[in-house]
């Protein structure tokens, strides 16, 4: 019978929630690694039971778990991350050069194909990858050596590689986002990258469109639409139909088009969820509202899906790897809060309910279909 | 045998009590005891100082018999009532809210 394992990184630990294929009963289990930061969780599509899950403190740096039984339990991997060469310096906040420093993993993609072999993305802004499960880690410097590190800037919460995207049509397209440098692809694998961020417009840049240095919060991506992407900007949601050469805005009647996170839904590819956030000084729902919006026409034109989310004096947020679908029939849409709050809908967003109402500040959400 | 006091993230990373024991060859210093420490739980490799450089995490300290050596060098001979098992090393995470 098929189910569905929700993997939960909050502020404080972990937590694993699963229910059978009705989405109808809930368990819950944790906090795994409880009082460290779990950032990100995520299995490998191709043995459901890997799963990765980024864990750090300030006091004690990062540590790589990976589980081979479904979250049961855990081992602590290799936690060596080590820059390629001479890391040298990207902007500070106040446009100073800052030393690199390699601070914590913000996102672990597992390959596609191979479940020894994870991407993982992270503070200050690089790409590793392992392919012997998570004991040794090499950066994919190209990205770095692209030229334009040294003007990367952090974002709020850090320079941070946030998105990773392995195109499913071609093993050697990867799409990458960083807070707040933009978007990057690479068509070779890895080793060579451009930045993909031309009709982006940051008015925070001295030049607005400049060719890097955009906070892109998230992107998402259909799998069976490889060359069409979304993006949940600083303020503005994107769309791009060439794969990142070009983007057009398609925020249209969204109440504010400040947010993190957006998804696509699993089975319609021109169906996509954000949840506006008021604004990049005021991190919560506008009008103490919290709902999500959804577009069943690729952006420009959206609705809100409020039915079971709270109506009145909410004034959570919902970060960029906070939401996530599963694939079953309908599709489920689930996303998690600063409130602690995990929130589901088994109908493509129509209704929702709360798996989780106080858990530690929720971080990242990702989603196993299980067969 | 040198005894050693753990914060408890670590504790917890590395699945232990508040104590562990380590032995080691040669002067009980903070490096030869990390060393030991690290070789018995390879889990907190990284966690109390940097795996390259050595250098001591920035939000962690070392306490022995009431004195701060987390500025002293790693080389330096801890207290013989430390290298004798008497009184533990503390690892302590400094105090940084959470």
């Known amino acids: ?371 | 045998m040198i005894r050693v006091m753990l914060p408890a993230h670590l504790r917890n990373l590395a699945g232990t009590g508040s104590e562990v024991t380590v032995e080691i060859q040669g002067p009980a210093t903070i490096a030869a005891v990390l060393d030991a420490l690290e070789a018995q739980y390879p889990m907190l490799c990284g966690t109390i100082r940097d795996q390259v450089t050595h250098e001591r995490r920035a939000f962690v300290r070392f306490f022995a018999c009431e004195e701060d050596w987390s500025h002293e060098s790693t080389d330096k001979a801890l207290p013989d009532v430390v290298a004798q098992g008497k009184e533990p090393l503390l690892i302590i995470g400094a105090i940084a809210g959470g």
Not at chain 1, 28 to 54: C, L, Q, T
Not at chain 1, 182 to 203: Q, V, Y
Not at chain 1, 321 to 333: E, F, K, R, T, W
């Open chain 1, 1 to 371: 019978m098929s189910g569905v394992r929700v993997l939960v990184g909050t502020r404080k630990g972990a937590f694993v929630l699963e229910a059978d294929g009705k989405r109808e009963k809930w368990d819950i289990s944790g906090p795994f690694f409880g009082g460290w930061e779990i950032y990100h969780m995520k299995g490998s599509p191709v043995d459901p039971n890997r799963i990765y899950a980024s864990q750090s403190t300030g006091w004690h740096g990062q540590v790589v778990q990976r589980s081979n039984d479904g979250g049961k339990t855990w081992e602590p991997m290799n936690n060596k991350f080590v820059y390629d060469g001479v890391p040298g310096t990207h902007q500070w906040y106040d446009g100073t050069p800052h030393p690199w420093e390699f601070k914590r993993v913000w996102h672990f993609e597992p390959s596609l194909t191979d479940a020894d072999t994870v991407y993982a993305g992270v503070e200050d802004a690089a790409l590793f990858r392992t392919t012997d499960g998570g004991t040794t880690w090499l950066e994919l410097s190209g990205l770095r050596g692209h030229g334009s590190g040294p003007r990367w800037q952090p974002g709020a919460g850090g320079l941070g590689l946030h998105t990773i995207i392995l195109d499913p049509s071609d093993p050697k397209r990867i799409y990458i986002a960083i807070s707040a440098a933009g978007a990057f692809r690479t068509d070779d694998g890895g080793e060579s990258w451009k930045p993909i961020n031309k009709g982006l417009s940051s008015p925070y840049l001295p030049d607005p469109t400049a060719e890097v240095g955009h906070c892109v919060h998230h992107v998402a991506m259909h799998p069976a639409r490889p060359g069409v992407l979304f993006m949940q900007k600083h303020w503005d949601v994107m769309r791009s139909d060439d794969a990142g050469d070009n983007w057009r805005e398609v925020s249209g009647n969204l109440p504010t088009d400040f947010g993190f996170t957006l998804d696509v839904h699993a089975h319609e590819p021109e169906t996509v969820y954000v949840v506006p956030i008021k604004s990049d000084s005021e991190h919560y729902p506008p009008e103490g509202k919290l709902r999500v919006y959804r577009s069943r026409s690729g952006g420009d034109e959206w609705e809100p899906l409020s039915k079971g989310l709270p109506q009145s004096d909410c004034y959570v947020d919902v970060l960029r790897d906070a939401m996530a679908v599963d694939s079953l029939d309908s599709c489920g849409i689930y996303f998690g809060t600063t409130g602690g709050q995990v929130y589901a809908s088994a109908d493509s967003g129509d209704s929702w309910t709360a798996l989780a109402h106080d858990l530690p500040a929720v971080l990242s959400i990702e989603v196993q279909t299980l067969k």
